[in-house]
């Protein structure tokens, strides 16, 4: 049981250079999200998936495009990266809370993408 | 919107001291509230979380919060810290009572603990 795994670990682009990320969950979890990590700002949501072949922005989506073709992959892509995309992205899933909306499942987190756009 | 606020960007704490990290939210109602763990490297570990109930939470690593609905808190407590416990720290909300929100958590910026020996 791998959990969230996420590829690459590294990755550097020159500016313009386009690239996808890769999440996968083993947990048969219904939502998925893509976060970006910069220092002081806490993590942001990109996009995120309620389910197979559904995604919606998030916070800060631009420049990203996400697909969710399968239940347990989610992919972020940068088509033409910029500095200002040089980050860690961290992508995280979990299951549905209780029938109604009011309740909320822990976020599981991969071990997230260092991405440096030159 | 909501936000969250974490006012200490660093702490430095001695091995066997407390620690107390401070998490305050804005938010029109009483949002669910989580602390979140990230050590060196990793991705983040939940260490506790609040839904309603006790004000009072017990999570794993011997951390607990409490939450002050008056002062819209939710800080973070470990009466003896160990040297394990350098990491970052994050404190989160979630909306409730909306079923499209997909569980969506806003975060804190973060606070950064160091250990002494």
């Known amino acids: 049981n791998a959990g969230v795994t996420q590829t690459p670990k590294f990755r550097v682009l020159k500016t313009g250079q386009s690239m996808t990320l890769l999440c996968a969950q083993d947990?048969?979890?219904?939502?998925m999200y893509w976060y970006r990590q910069d220092p002081g700002m806490g993590l942001r949501l990109i996009h995120y998936?309620?389910?197979?072949?559904?995604?919606a922005k998030g916070e800060v989506p631009d420049g990203y495009n996400v697909s969710r073709l399968k239940k347990q992959n989610f992919l972020l892509g940068l088509e033409s990266a910029a500095p200002s995309q040089t980050s860690v992205y961290f992508c995280?899933?979990?299951?549905?809370?209780?029938?109604?909306?009011?309740?909320?499942?822990?976020?599981?987190f991969g071990p997230g993408t260092r991405l440096t756009v030159l | 919107a909501q936000s969250v606020t974490q006012p200490d960007i660093h702490i430095t704490v001695s091995e066997g001291a407390s620690l107390e990290l401070r998490c305050n939210y804005s938010?029109?109602?009483?949002?669910?509230l989580f602390w979140y763990v990230q050590s060196p490297g990793q991705g983040l570990q939940l260490l506790l979380k609040?839904?309603?109930?006790?004000?009072l939470v017990q999570g794993i690593k011997g951390f607990e919060a409490e939450f002050k609905r008056s002062q819209s808190s939710f800080n973070l407590r470990k009466p003896s810290v160990h040297w394990s416990d350098a990491a970052e720290y994050f404190c989160?909300?979630?909306?409730?009572?909306?079923?499209?929100?997909?569980?969506?958590?806003?975060f804190g910026g973060g606070t950064r603990v160091l250990v002494k020996p």
């Open positions: 995280a899933s979990s299951s549905p809370g209780l029938a109604g909306g009011n309740s909320y499942n822990e976020q599981f």
């Open positions: 947990m048969n979890h219904e939502y």
């Open positions: 998936s309620v389910g197979e072949g559904t995604t």
């Open positions: 938010y029109g109602a009483t949002p669910y």
């Open positions: 609040y839904f309603s109930g006790d004000t």
């Open positions: 989160a909300v979630g909306l409730v009572g909306i079923k499209a929100a997909g569980n969506k958590l806003t």
